[in-house]
């Protein structure tokens, strides 16, 4: 059924009793044209994602109470390519900075501003150049952005190295063990790709080696998958918090099922004289 034909259905039903007697139709969204069915996959990836990083902010707050102490002009923690929901959530604890590529005020000369009575700073930026001066953060999260980084799709400069140049923007403005949690979108091994100018698609260990060689130390990492249905059509999967090894056995090469999965981890920022000690 068109929308127009559910209009028409919704009308003959309209009455004084109706808690809204004013009824109008919106004849330009075309996007309500179709009943829309919403699957759990993408969606419940991002959930999972927040609530991981949520957690993973309130162990780092719990290590870190001094960071509660910092005054508003001075924000230790940022988010790069933000969504505002997560942001907003993250400010309820602390002062918290949010750098996007795609958001802009609504007056066009102010690139940063406050959102009044909360502790939340929005920064139009790109992350391939922060505009943050060396070692300022102690905590960066980037969920479901990296992937973006130079392709052009929202706004931000073209470059082909957009996401190595991004990540190592990330460590350049961490302090020495300063944490890192990020997620980025993922495939079975050997599998990666770069869709333009959608998304790329990385493999655990290709993601894992641009964070080592940026001077990351990963230390906590889990693979989050939509719900899925494996090849033999039998068994569903329901949301799966796994580890990189588990996604390999469940979706690499011969399954042929590929869900939406994101590789989540937390890592520390060494600094080069920290790594040269520790080797
Ligand atoms: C898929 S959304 C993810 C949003 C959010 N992190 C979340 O967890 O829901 C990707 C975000 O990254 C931002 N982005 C893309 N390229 C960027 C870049 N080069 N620098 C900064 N932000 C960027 C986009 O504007 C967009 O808000």
Redesign the pocket.
């Known amino acids: 059924m068109s929308i127009y034909e559910d209009f028409k259905e919704y009308e003959a039903g309209h009455d004084g009793e109706c808690s809204i007697t004013r009824l109008e139709l919106d004849e330009e969204t075309s996007a309500f044209e179709e009943k829309k069915v919403g699957l759990y996959d993408i969606d419940l990836v991002?959930t999972m994602?927040?609530q991981h990083a949520l957690q993973c902010f309130c162990l780092f707050l719990d290590k870190n109470p001094w960071v509660k102490e910092e005054n508003s002009s001075t924000s230790v923690c940022l988010?790069?390519?933000?969504?505002t929901?997560?942001v907003y959530m993250m400010a309820s604890f602390v002062n918290f900075l949010a750098?996007?590529?795609?958001?802009v005020c609504h007056h066009k000369d102010h690139h940063k501003f406050y959102v009044d009575g909360t502790q939340l700073m929005f920064h139009e930026?790109?992350?391939?150049q922060l505009p943050i001066p060396n070692g300022k953060m102690a905590w960066v999260s980037?969920?479901?952005?990296i992937e973006?980084?130079?392709?052009g799709?929202?706004?931000?400069?073209i470059d082909p190295l957009?996401d190595i140049k991004?990540i190592r923007e990330i460590h350049r403005v961490l302090c020495d063990g300063g944490t890192f949690v990020g997620?980025v979108p993922i495939l079975p091994r050997g599998m990666d790709k770069v869709v333009f100018n959608r998304s790329r698609y990385y493999s655990v260990d290709t993601i894992k080696s641009m964070l080592r060689d940026a001077g990351f130390d990963i230390w906590h990492e889990r693979c989050l998958i939509a719900p899925s249905t494996l090849d033999d059509g039998t068994s569903t999967r329901f949301p799966t918090i796994a580890t990189p090894a588990t996604y390999e056995e469940l979706f690499g090469s011969g399954t042929g099922v590929r869900p939406d999965a994101v590789y989540l981890w937390v890592a520390t920022a060494q600094t080069q004289e920290t790594q040269e000690t520790e080797e």
Do not use: K, N, W
């Not at 988010?79 to 969504?83: I, L």
């Not at 750098?99 to 958001?103: E, H, N």
């Open positions: 991002y994602m927040h988010d790069v390519g933000s969504s929901s997560f750098i996007d590529a795609s958001r930026g790109e992350a391939q980037s969920l479901h952005a973006h980084f130079g392709l799709r929202y706004r931000d400069t957009g991004g997620a």
